[in-house]
Protein backbone atom coordinates (compact mmCIF):
# COMPACT_ATOMS: atom_id res chain seq x y z
CA UNK A 1 0.00 0.00 0.00
CA UNK A 2 1.87 3.15 -1.46
CA UNK A 3 2.11 5.51 -4.23
CA UNK A 4 4.54 6.49 -6.05
CA UNK A 5 5.66 8.09 -9.64
CA UNK A 6 8.57 7.42 -11.97
CA UNK A 7 9.76 9.97 -14.80
CA UNK A 8 12.62 9.47 -17.11
CA UNK A 9 11.62 11.89 -19.57
CA UNK A 10 12.18 10.10 -22.60
CA UNK A 11 8.71 11.61 -24.45
CA UNK A 12 7.96 15.25 -24.61
CA UNK A 13 4.50 14.90 -22.51
CA UNK A 14 4.75 13.68 -18.97
CA UNK A 15 2.95 11.20 -17.11
CA UNK A 16 0.08 12.71 -15.37
CA UNK A 17 2.04 13.50 -11.82
CA UNK A 18 4.22 16.24 -12.34
CA UNK A 19 4.06 19.31 -14.63
CA UNK A 20 6.14 22.42 -15.85
CA UNK A 21 5.77 25.87 -15.43
CA UNK A 22 7.68 28.90 -16.23
CA UNK A 23 8.19 32.33 -15.68
CA UNK A 24 10.14 33.37 -18.05
CA UNK A 25 12.29 30.42 -18.23
CA UNK A 26 12.33 27.22 -20.68
CA UNK A 27 11.79 23.59 -20.18
CA UNK A 28 13.85 21.79 -23.32
CA UNK A 29 14.38 18.42 -23.76
CA UNK A 30 18.24 18.18 -24.25
CA UNK A 31 17.87 14.82 -25.75
CA UNK A 32 14.61 12.92 -25.86
CA UNK A 33 16.41 9.47 -26.15
CA UNK A 34 18.34 9.87 -23.31
CA UNK A 35 15.46 11.78 -21.39
CA UNK A 36 17.06 14.85 -19.83
CA UNK A 37 15.95 18.20 -19.55
CA UNK A 38 17.13 21.64 -19.20
CA UNK A 39 15.64 24.19 -16.73
CA UNK A 40 16.47 27.57 -17.41
CA UNK A 41 15.91 30.98 -16.34
CA UNK A 42 15.82 32.16 -19.58
CA UNK A 43 17.35 35.41 -21.21
CA UNK A 44 14.60 37.91 -20.40
CA UNK A 45 16.45 40.86 -18.40
CA UNK A 46 14.33 40.85 -15.09
CA UNK A 47 14.41 39.26 -12.02
CA UNK A 48 12.47 36.07 -10.84
CA UNK A 49 13.06 34.11 -14.12
CA UNK A 50 12.65 30.64 -13.45
CA UNK A 51 11.32 26.98 -14.42
CA UNK A 52 10.15 24.69 -12.25
CA UNK A 53 8.45 20.78 -12.18
CA UNK A 54 6.16 19.86 -10.06
CA UNK A 55 4.32 17.33 -8.42
CA UNK A 56 0.40 17.59 -8.33
CA UNK A 57 -1.20 19.48 -4.96
CA UNK A 58 -3.44 16.27 -4.91
CA UNK A 59 -0.73 13.98 -4.49
CA UNK A 60 0.72 15.97 -1.47
CA UNK A 61 3.31 14.66 1.58
CA UNK A 62 1.56 15.44 5.06
CA UNK A 63 4.91 14.64 6.85
CA UNK A 64 4.06 12.66 10.01
CA UNK A 65 1.69 10.08 8.78
CA UNK A 66 3.92 8.07 5.94
CA UNK A 67 7.62 7.26 5.23
CA UNK A 68 8.55 9.04 1.84
CA UNK A 69 11.54 8.53 -0.73
CA UNK A 70 12.94 11.18 -3.46
CA UNK A 71 15.46 10.46 -5.88
CA UNK A 72 16.50 12.61 -8.37
CA UNK A 73 19.27 13.54 -10.78
CA UNK A 74 20.84 17.25 -11.50
CA UNK A 75 23.58 18.28 -12.75
CA UNK A 76 24.84 22.51 -13.58
CA UNK A 77 23.36 23.14 -17.18
CA UNK A 78 26.26 25.16 -18.51
CA UNK A 79 29.63 27.45 -17.23
CA UNK A 80 27.79 30.24 -16.12
CA UNK A 81 26.64 29.50 -13.00
CA UNK A 82 24.78 31.71 -9.85
CA UNK A 83 27.65 33.71 -8.47
CA UNK A 84 28.17 37.00 -6.09
CA UNK A 85 26.21 39.16 -8.87
CA UNK A 86 24.74 36.44 -11.25
CA UNK A 87 22.17 35.85 -7.90
CA UNK A 88 19.29 32.96 -7.69
CA UNK A 89 19.28 29.32 -6.51
CA UNK A 90 18.42 25.81 -7.52
CA UNK A 91 16.03 23.67 -5.04
CA UNK A 92 14.54 20.60 -5.44
CA UNK A 93 12.67 18.16 -2.72
CA UNK A 94 9.41 18.94 -0.91
CA UNK A 95 8.10 22.09 -0.30
CA UNK A 96 5.12 24.26 0.08
CA UNK A 97 6.08 26.73 -2.20
CA UNK A 98 7.22 26.05 -5.67
CA UNK A 99 7.88 29.24 -7.04
CA UNK A 100 10.68 30.40 -3.97
CA UNK A 101 11.98 29.72 -0.67
CA UNK A 102 8.98 27.41 0.98
CA UNK A 103 7.63 28.25 4.52
CA UNK A 104 8.04 24.67 4.86
CA UNK A 105 10.17 22.21 3.18
CA UNK A 106 13.02 19.73 2.54
CA UNK A 107 14.95 19.90 -0.26
CA UNK A 108 18.51 20.62 -1.29
CA UNK A 109 19.47 24.30 -2.34
CA UNK A 110 22.36 25.71 -4.57
CA UNK A 111 22.17 29.27 -3.77
CA UNK A 112 24.67 31.94 -5.50
CA UNK A 113 27.25 29.94 -5.97
CA UNK A 114 28.10 25.96 -6.78
CA UNK A 115 27.74 24.30 -2.84
CA UNK A 116 24.95 22.09 -1.86
CA UNK A 117 23.16 22.53 1.15
CA UNK A 118 20.67 20.44 2.35
CA UNK A 119 17.54 22.23 4.00
CA UNK A 120 14.44 21.68 6.79
CA UNK A 121 11.74 24.76 7.27
CA UNK A 122 9.13 24.63 9.79
CA UNK A 123 7.07 27.81 9.53
CA UNK A 124 10.31 29.82 7.67
CA UNK A 125 12.79 28.47 10.52
CA UNK A 126 15.72 26.18 8.59
CA UNK A 127 18.16 23.66 10.10
CA UNK A 128 21.13 24.02 7.30
CA UNK A 129 23.52 21.55 6.44
CA UNK A 130 26.56 22.53 3.75
CA UNK A 131 27.11 18.94 2.09
CA UNK A 132 30.94 19.86 0.64
CA UNK A 133 29.54 18.69 -2.43
CA UNK A 134 29.51 21.18 -5.30
CA UNK A 135 28.02 21.24 -8.64
CA UNK A 136 30.26 21.47 -11.77
CA UNK A 137 29.29 21.64 -15.50
CA UNK A 138 27.66 18.42 -16.99
CA UNK A 139 28.38 16.40 -13.58
CA UNK A 140 25.44 14.61 -12.59
CA UNK A 141 24.44 14.33 -9.00
CA UNK A 142 22.10 11.89 -7.49
CA UNK A 143 20.31 13.18 -4.62
CA UNK A 144 18.06 10.88 -2.39
CA UNK A 145 15.62 12.49 0.57
CA UNK A 146 14.26 9.92 3.10
CA UNK A 147 11.65 11.12 5.73
CA UNK A 148 10.93 8.21 8.17
CA UNK A 149 7.05 7.45 9.21
CA UNK A 150 7.08 9.18 11.95
CA UNK A 151 7.87 12.56 10.33
CA UNK A 152 10.71 13.46 12.34
CA UNK A 153 13.62 12.12 11.28
CA UNK A 154 15.27 13.16 7.62
CA UNK A 155 18.21 11.78 5.90
CA UNK A 156 19.74 13.25 2.71
CA UNK A 157 22.24 11.64 0.61
CA UNK A 158 24.45 12.56 -2.13
CA UNK A 159 26.09 10.20 -4.34
CA UNK A 160 24.61 7.32 -2.32
CA UNK A 161 26.78 9.01 0.59
CA UNK A 162 24.75 10.33 3.24
CA UNK A 163 25.52 13.83 3.78
CA UNK A 164 23.34 15.33 6.37
CA UNK A 165 20.23 13.91 9.26
CA UNK A 166 18.41 16.41 10.39
CA UNK A 167 15.80 16.33 13.99
CA UNK A 168 14.82 19.84 13.65
CA UNK A 169 13.06 22.10 11.69
CA UNK A 170 11.66 19.19 10.27
CA UNK A 171 7.73 20.45 9.01
CA UNK A 172 4.51 18.49 9.90
CA UNK A 173 2.84 20.37 6.79
CA UNK A 174 1.24 19.50 3.50
CA UNK A 175 4.43 19.51 1.21
CA UNK A 176 4.96 18.45 -2.57
CA UNK A 177 7.51 17.24 -4.41
CA UNK A 178 8.98 20.35 -6.75
CA UNK A 179 12.41 21.09 -8.43
CA UNK A 180 13.03 25.11 -9.15
CA UNK A 181 15.51 27.19 -10.49
CA UNK A 182 15.78 31.10 -10.57
CA UNK A 183 17.53 33.64 -11.12
CA UNK A 184 16.63 36.67 -9.18
CA UNK A 185 19.54 39.30 -10.71
CA UNK A 186 18.20 41.46 -13.49
CA UNK A 187 20.13 40.06 -15.95
CA UNK A 188 19.47 38.48 -19.85
CA UNK A 189 21.74 35.56 -18.73
CA UNK A 190 20.32 32.40 -18.55
CA UNK A 191 21.34 30.00 -16.02
CA UNK A 192 20.93 26.48 -16.81
CA UNK A 193 20.03 23.19 -14.52
CA UNK A 194 19.98 19.78 -16.35
CA UNK A 195 17.53 17.25 -15.03
CA UNK A 196 17.73 13.58 -15.52
CA UNK A 197 14.60 11.60 -13.53
CA UNK A 198 12.60 12.23 -10.40
CA UNK A 199 11.63 9.22 -8.13
CA UNK A 200 9.00 9.12 -5.41
CA UNK A 201 7.78 6.67 -3.74
CA UNK A 202 5.20 7.48 -0.64
CA UNK A 203 4.24 4.73 1.87
CA UNK A 204 1.50 5.97 4.09
CA UNK A 205 1.30 4.83 8.34
CA UNK A 206 -2.19 3.67 7.62
CA UNK A 207 -2.44 1.47 4.36
CA UNK A 208 -4.82 2.92 1.63
CA UNK A 209 -6.61 -0.66 1.82
CA UNK A 210 -6.51 -3.31 3.82
Known sequence: ???????????????????????????TLVNSGFGIVAMSTGTSAVANQQSRLNQAATNAVTNGTAAAR??????????????????GALRCGWGDSTTGESANG?????????GIDFV?????????????????????????ILINSAGNQVTAKIDGTTVATHTTN????????????NRTSTTGTAVNANLDLVYSRITPNTPFFS
Not at 106 to 114: A, C, K, T
Not at 170 to 181: K, N
Open 1 to 27: AYWEFFEHFMSTTLSGNLAWAVTGGTN
Open 70 to 87: AIFRFAQGGVTWFDATLT
Open 106 to 114: IYFRVQDGQ
Open 120 to 144: TRASNIETLTSTGVSFANGVFRNME
Open 170 to 181: VPTARLIFFSHI
